[in-house]
């Protein structure tokens, strides 16, 4: 009986940190992308400037940074885009377990993954002088993160420290959105687009923290077990002979989005304007959880067969809602020194995103006992909203530029630089081994060449973010306080075509 009731209220406070997977997964520190888990990297000749693409939308990206810009493109156009991203990601932890063997340069957070691919594809067609209608399969948010660095039968003080607060995370994240673009006039247009999103969420966390705070059951239960001793220090001894054990979670969602785009043109000084919006969403995902345990625990064998872990921790269905914030654009550009100069400014409301809740399926065993799998736990992030500041130039080479063996090697090629300052939504109370996040610079460059009606474009992206160290009391006992040093390389490519004469409506 003590033990049964011991394991419920153990496990209440287990997922509470299962519950901080569930929401870290949710907004993926796409460790290698954009503010916690945005990808803003979706198209290769934006990024060469830095992603500032909003007033300018001139290709079939634009369904992604803003799509009215499809209402002046004259034609058919089909893009492939591809995104690859090598990152560094290293934690240092503050403080550790007795005996603990971290490694010479800390931990890693992308010992399995060295590269992170996500591809893109973009179609637009031109209706008639006012209509024009794009498809775009793109993901906008998602996460690749793998903090694992070890095997069960490993040693414990070898393994990574902050393994109970998320040891590995996917979020794929696939907006498939047709769209329509109308033209106003000469100088303005507008555009709606309805997306159909599909999330498809994988994580996992060790639980069974030996380091959790006691809690008022396992003090008097600690009083039983060893009378006369602290009650703390007696309930913690107890806590570190729990058995240590791995939850995963797999589920998916499908649910609708909507975007919409505006961009005007000054005709007589070149200037440009451009909006766009891309909405919230709430999402109700639904999939399997399941747990295993190591078999090394001296509390194991005195578990009675009807209540040992197989029953307290059932694998079963489960539900979580999380939501993605809105994004906002609004950006500017202009003629430069025979090229064209861009700014954006871009909102996400990150702070939308409060709390996670997950539910399960199973808490009570076939004679109605509760079991270690509560309804619902609910753990609150408190995310503030983040910005990025965006700029970008590009400049087509003039005919017969360069050296003479290499002017027909450079004829219709234009390249590209950028600068991008992307302010990180996540709270010290919230980084962690799936959110090491922090307020980032990134320096972009880019070239492409064009050759009849094929287009190749490629870009680099180094992004350094500013090392962070927190210190939160509450996070004590999950060893994630310590420094976070991170950057990341990001490469991309993309094959255009466009039929139809020509390229833009000017």
Not at 90 to 119: D, E, H, L, M, N
Not at 389 to 402: H, V
């Amino acid at each position: 009986m003590h033990l049964r009731r011991l394991f419920e209220e153990r496990e209440r406070v287990l997922l509470k940190s299962i519950s901080t997977v569930g929401a870290a997964v949710v907004l993926l520190p796409a460790t290698a992308f954009g503010s916690a888990f945005a990808i803003n990297e979706l198209g290769a000749r934006a990024q060469g400037m830095g992603g500032a693409f909003a007033s300018i939308a001139d290709d079939a990206s634009a369904i992604f940074f803003n799509p009215a810009g499809l209402a002046f493109l004259k034609g058919t156009h089909f893009e492939m885009h591809n995104l690859v991203v090598a990152g560094q990601f290293r934690f240092v932890p503050s403080v550790t377990p007795p005996g603990q063997q971290v490694p010479g340069k800390g931990y890693s957070g992308s010992i399995r993954q060295p590269f992170i691919p996500v591809a893109n594809l973009y179609v637009s067609h031109r209706l008639n002088d006012k209509w024009a209608i794009g498809f775009g399969a793109y993901a906008p948010f998602g996460l690749a993160a793998n903090w694992t660095n070890f095997n069960d039968g490993d040693p414990a003080n070898t393994k990574y420290v902050g393994r109970f607060a998320g040891t590995r995370a996917k979020l794929l994240d696939f907006w498939l959105q047709p769209t329509a673009a109308y033209r106003i006039n000469d100088s303005s247009a507008i555009s709606v687009g309805v997306a159909y999103v599909h999330t498809y969420l994988l994580l996992e966390q060790s639980i069974g923290n030996p380091y959790d705070a006691p809690t008022d059951f396992s003090r008097d239960l600690a009083k039983d077990l060893f009378p006369g001793v602290d009650a703390d220090l007696a309930a913690r001894s107890f806590n570190r002979l729990q058995p240590e054990g791995r939850f995963r979670a797999a589920a998916t969602s499908n649910k609708p989005a909507f975007s919409a785009g505006y961009l005007y043109k000054h005709r007589a000084s070149g200037w440009q304007f451009g909006a766009s919006w891309r909405s919230p969403l709430v999402r109700h995902l639904k999939g399997k959880g399941s747990f295993a345990f190591l078999d090394n625990s001296p509390l194991t064998p005195f578990l009675p067969k009807d209540r040992n872990l197989d029953v307290l921790f059932q694998n079963q269905e489960i539900a979580g809602t999380f939501t993605t914030p809105a994004t906002y654009v609004l950006g500017v550009s202009r003629p430069l020194a025979g090229g064209r100069i861009a700014f954006d400014f871009r909102i996400q409301d990150f702070q939308r995103f409060k709390d996670l809740p997950l539910n399960f399926s199973i808490t009570k065993d076939s004679q109605g006992r509760d079991l270690a799998t509560s309804p619902e736990s609910r753990l609150t992030f408190d995310f503030s909203n983040s910005y990025l500041l965006q700029a970008g130039y590009e400049k087509p080479l003039a005919p017969g530029t360069g050296p003479k063996m290499m002017q027909g090697m450079l004829a219709n090629t234009t390249f590209r630089a950028g600068y991008v300052y992307d302010k990180s939504p996540v709270v010290d109370k919230s980084v962690g081994p799936l959110f090491p996040d922090a307020n980032r610079h990134s320096f972009t460059a880019g070239m492409s060449k064009l050759v009849g009606n094929i287009e190749l474009t490629l870009f680099y992206q180094f992004m350094q973010m500013r090392n962070r160290a927190v210190d939160v009391p509450a996070n004590a006992h999950l060893f994630t306080n310590g420094s976070y040093n991170n950057l990341a390389h990001l490469a991309g490519a993309s094959l255009r075509l466009h039929f139809g004469g020509g390229d833009r409506l000017d």
